[in-house]
């Protein structure tokens, strides 16, 4: 059974950057389409970011992009989000998932329902 672990969050400062990355455990990444998802108090589970099985075809929420690149190396079985120019608007728990290849990435990132295994989060705090 895939499990999943992240790492790398923290606190940052406003401008700052910050990578994470979640290592696979179980089975390998290369079957699964993978995201990063993050949710705010208060808020619901939002997609971050998400990328095909092949790495060549990738989806950024408006609110990250230009500032957030995800990446894979499936023979590491390792997923990264590296994360540039954070605002205080994205302290939230950041979560990577992982989910069979059942509709497109896009369609994917905009439901979390999609995907079947999730790590336990990573908190990430954008403060002064």
């Known amino acids: 059974q895939l499990q999943l672990a992240e790492s790398g969050g923290g606190l940052v400062q406003p401008g700052g950057s910050l990578r994470l990355s979640c290592v696979a455990s179980g089975s390998t990444l290369d079957p699964y389409r993978i995201g990063w998802f993050r949710q705010a108090p208060g808020k619901e589970r939002e997609g971050v970011s998400c990328?095909?099985?092949?790495?060549?075809?990738?989806n950024y929420a408006d609110s990250v992009k230009g500032r957030f690149t995800i990446s894979r190396d499936n023979a590491k079985a390792t997923m990264y989000l590296q994360m540039n120019s954070l605002k205080p608007e994205d302290t939230a728990v950041y979560y990577c998932a992982a989910g069979p290849h059942i509709s497109t990435v896009q369609t994917m990132c905009l439901m979390p329902s999609l995907f079947t295994s999730w790590g336990r989060g990573t908190q990430v705090t954008v403060s002064s």
């Open positions: 990328i095909s099985r092949s790495g060549r075809t990738t």
